[in-house]
């Protein structure tokens, strides 16, 4: 691994799921950064993009996103100006001050066809999103792509954290509650803990490592599997039943098989701890 550069790493969306894995680890790490937030720093805004970025950066780690999946149905502009467009001036003012680009993508940018995992290519074969988020993540890949080479696009899938809105803290405040639970078991992924998503990324950024990589926790499973462990680990009573996407139809459709290929990450960093071990560390520091 070549040493880490001096300079300060920039964080972008600080308070997001991930960006407060990244501000953890860099505060354990005694890593030099700065972090910024809404409203100091906007995607939809280019003057503050513009301002936020300098030759004085080790990197710009873009952790801000629109999120909301089934909100980007009905918000197509502001979630392709923020997923995209902004991106997109991102990557132009990261050129301009030589500094690389690390961003986050989606699993959401495939279509849910395939039947084995996908590889990190940059235009694959089943990258056709099925929902308005997808598309507008796959735009600001290719933006960023267009611009420079100096980037690293990590594809993620299924973020969990001890904080932040997500599917075990959700799952597990439910099973407190209620004697049962409908989850879907007919879309299969790959669950992902934010804190070993940042320390992965940081090293991969640390290996100089350049291009589009998949990075998630090992194994796969469906959203039904995912709760039982969830309920397991958190000791309830809750009972699990499987359903399926069908019986709770939402605004935004989701692809039915997202299992992204993290086999070239795996090569130069290592296997990637299964899901159920990243999840239980996480459960033991679950934020009720
Ligand atoms: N969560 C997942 O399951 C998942 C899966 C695959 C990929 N990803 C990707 O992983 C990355 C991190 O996701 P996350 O789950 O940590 O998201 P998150 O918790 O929703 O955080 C996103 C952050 O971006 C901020 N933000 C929203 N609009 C902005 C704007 N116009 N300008 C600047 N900041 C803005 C949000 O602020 P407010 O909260 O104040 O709006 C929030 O702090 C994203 O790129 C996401 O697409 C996530």
Not at 94 to 116: E, K, M, Q, W
Not at 178 to 191: H, S, T
Not at 261 to 275: N, T
Request: hydrophobic share 40%; glycine share 6%; with cysteine.
């Amino acid at each position: 691994m070549t040493a880490p550069s001096s300079k300060p790493l920039l964080l972008l969306g600080a308070d997001g799921m991930l960006g407060r894995a990244f501000v953890e680890l860099f505060q354990t790490q005694h890593r030099a950064f700065e972090a910024l937030t809404l409203p100091r720093f906007d995607l939809t805004n280019p003057d503050s993009i513009k301002d936020a970025i300098s030759t004085r950066f080790a990197a710009a780690i873009n952790c801000a996103a629109f999120t909301d999946v089934d909100a980007a149905e009905s918000n197509q502009a502001l979630a392709t100006q923020i997923n995209a467009t902004g991106v997109g001036q991102l990557a132009i003012n990261c050129r301009l001050a030589s500094i690389p680009l690390v961003h986050f993508s989606t699993d959401y940018v495939f279509d849910g066809n395939g039947r084995v995992p996908y590889p990190p290519s940059p235009s694959p074969t089943n990258s056709r999103p099925i929902n308005i988020y997808g598309q507008s993540k796959l735009r600001g890949e290719e933006l960023i792509r267009e611009v420079s080479d100096d980037h690293l696009i990590i594809r993620t899938s299924w973020l969990y954290a001890p904080w932040g809105k997500n599917f075990v803290r959700t799952i597990a405040a439910a099973a407190r509650t209620k004697p049962e639970l409908k989850v879907v078991n007919d879309q299969q992924g790959r669950p992902t803990s934010a804190q070993h998503l940042a320390a992965s990324t940081l090293a991969l950024l640390d290996r100089r490592s350049r291009g589009i990589y998949h990075l998630t926790d090992s194994g796969d499973c469906t959203w039904f599997d995912f709760a039982k462990e969830i309920v397991r680990l958190t000791g309830t009573h809750c009972k699990v039943i499987p359903c399926t996407s069908a019986d709770f139809p939402r605004p935004a459709k989701r692809p039915a098989y997202s299992v992204l290929d993290i086999a070239k990450s795996e090569h130069e960093l290592g296997p990637m701890p299964p899901w159920q071990s990243n999840l239980a560390q996480v459960i033991a520091l679950l934020e009720t």
